[in-house]
């Protein structure tokens, strides 16, 4: 079984400051991890994915996240933010091995950017 | 990189009548899509799991005779909502697992509005 808990379901930021949308997850296998952005009406974006190797994982639009074993968290952070990063961001884990590999989503942070 | 479309954007339709949603890789061949539905300021609900050449597999609570899955070849899953009510209008979102990428990483389609009058 696996889940995943987004601990934020609206975090507001100025343009310019940096940002952390937190991720904890819980799986019986080793995991793989996604960050996903949805615009409005749009569909998701792959951000960044964690997959066994290196626990920074450095993704698109300067986006970054670290997997925590011990913490089991998979944390997205981006140093300085802007306006046009204002979107739905979604935390997903999957199972890294087997023919099953659902993803199984976090139910989402809002992040709005301010001028 | 890896591009799923879907066919149409949005769709609106009368009580009744049934809608077909097309999910197709573009540049990639695609063994594996999934279906989900998202509500308003929702998270993605996966719906079935489609595989190719083989029937779909269903998540609980959906009607599989409601919500009809075809996966006819490796770029190409169709999803065709029945007698379609109200109750059915959604976003409707696809995605396409990369089996020659790395790790089998899902690639989402940009989603299908459907609004069931």
């Known amino acids: 079984a696996q889940s995943v808990t987004q601990l934020d379901s609206h975090v507001s930021v100025s343009e310019g400051t940096p940002v952390l949308l937190r991720c904890n997850y819980s799986?019986?296998?080793?995991?793989?991890l996604f960050w996903y952005v949805q615009h409005p009406n749009k569909g998701l974006q792959l951000l960044l994915k964690y997959t066994s190797a290196a626990t920074l994982v450095k993704g698109i639009n300067g986006f970054e996240a670290e997997f925590n074993k011990s913490q089991t968290s998979f944390h997205l952070r981006k140093p300085s933010v802007h306006i046009s990063d204002t979107a739905e961001y979604f935390c997903a884990v999957t199972p890294s091995s087997g023919s099953a590999r659902q993803l199984t989503f976090g139910s989402g942070t809002q992040l709005t950017v301010l001028p | 990189g890896a591009v799923v479309s879907q066919h149409p954007s949005r769709v609106i339709c009368k009580s009744g009548t049934s809608v077909k949603i097309e999910c197709r890789s573009l540049d990639f061949q695609a063994t594996t899509m999934f279906w989900y539905r998202q509500f308003p300021k929702q998270s993605l609900m996966l719906m079935a799991t489609?595989?190719?050449?083989?029937?779909?597999?269903?998540e609980q609570g959906v009607e599989k005779d409601k919500f009809l899955i075809n996966h006819a070849s490796l770029t190409l899953s169709t999803l065709t909502v029945t007698s379609a009510h109200p109750e059915d209008s959604s976003f409707y979102i696809c995605?396409?697992?990369?089996?020659?990428?790395?790790?089998?990483?899902?690639?989402f389609g940009p989603g299908t509005r459907l609004l069931v009058l």
């Open positions: 799986s019986s296998y080793s995991p793989s």
């Open positions: 995605s396409a697992r990369d089996l020659q990428g790395a790790l089998g990483t899902q690639y």
């Open positions: 489609s595989n190719e050449g083989s029937k779909a597999t269903y």
